[in-house]
């Protein structure tokens, strides 16, 4: 069954229903349906993989932020030895924890909600960190902002999945986002090592800065996973016709928060421990 719903900025769109059920309609796309990301302009697409690295580059930049000002920072918080290591140590933790959280959830409610949501967490703790009273609350909210900055690396390798559906491009995509990823710990302490002399608060505000720059696309970025798209088009279609029964994929699996616990958050925890190819690749 296709149903044409014509929205208020006269932009048409088709739906394509399979019926499940005597009273479910199934939302899908159609052939060549340019709400598909598949199916975007390869400029379009080129926008989006360009969002996706810059998020990434911000989010390594703080990875090594402080190792080019290390002395700056221990004369200011009067600390020394081992304890220099943690503003680093410490961030690289949150890289472990963060991902276990923002990858299932952008597979529940989508990228776009994710990677908005964390690159505020991580903007606001950037600035939390120029305020550091003392040397923990500064390694601290480098922990959170380790921990909110893994969004962008975990994110986006699904959002480029979302977007190409054939190796070539895809692998293509993927190589520039493993270019930027090495090439923003490398900036890092070399533009720090040069802003640390005038004071350990410069190398952060020239991370708030680069943030606050990447904020100009990232508005921009639209939603690029499937069931999510399908998920916005079917309750436009219950709020144009009052008692339809069309629904999204999604919206048949449970999502209590049982469900969000147990089934979402612990997958990355049952396939480490239950699928031998993503084992042995972590180790």
């Known amino acids: 069954m296709q149903v044409d719903l014509e929205y208020e900025d006269n932009d048409t769109h088709s739906f394509t229903s399979l019926e499940l059920a005597e009273t479910k309609n199934l939302v899908t796309f159609q052939h060549e349906d340019t709400g598909n990301p598949h199916n975007w302009s390869h400029r379009y697409r080129a926008f989006v993989v360009f969002v996706g690295i810059l998020t990434t580059l911000n989010s390594v930049l703080g990875s090594s932020l402080p190792s080019g000002y290390g002395d700056v920072i221990g004369e200011h918080f009067n600390v020394s030895g081992a304890a220099l290591v943690l503003p680093i140590s410490l961030w690289l933790f949150g890289y472990v924890v963060g991902p276990l959280v923002f990858g299932p959830l952008s597979e529940r409610y989508g990228r776009q909600l ?6 505020a967490g991580f903007t606001i703790f950037n ?9 923990v609350s500064f390694v601290l909210f480098r922990l959170i902002m380790g921990v909110f900055g893994s969004s962008a690396i975990s994110v986006t390798g699904g959002i480029f999945a979302d977007l190409y559906d054939e190796p070539i491009p895809r692998g293509r995509a993927m190589a520039v986002f ?8 490398i900036l890092a302490p070399t ?18 800065m680069f943030s606050g720059a990447s904020w100009i696309p990232l508005v921009f970025l639209p939603e690029t996973y499937a069931p999510t798209i399908l998920l916005r088009r079917a309750k436009k279609v219950r709020k144009a016709t009052p008692g339809s029964n069309v629904m999204a994929p999604i919206e048949l699996e449970k999502t209590g928060i049982k469900e969000l616990v147990v ?19 972590c180790f």
């Open 114 to 119: 994710v990677m908005w949501g964390s690159s």
């Open 127 to 135: 600035i939390a960190i120029n305020f550091s009273p003392n040397f």
């Open 178 to 185: 493993m270019t930027a990823t090495g090439y923003g710990a």
């Open 191 to 208: 533009a720090t090592g040069y802003l640390g002399t005038y004071g350990w608060r410069w190398p952060t505000w020239f991370q708030l």
């Open 263 to 281: 089934v979402v958050l612990a997958r990355p925890m049952r396939m480490l421990f239950t699928e031998w190819i993503v084992l042995f690749s």
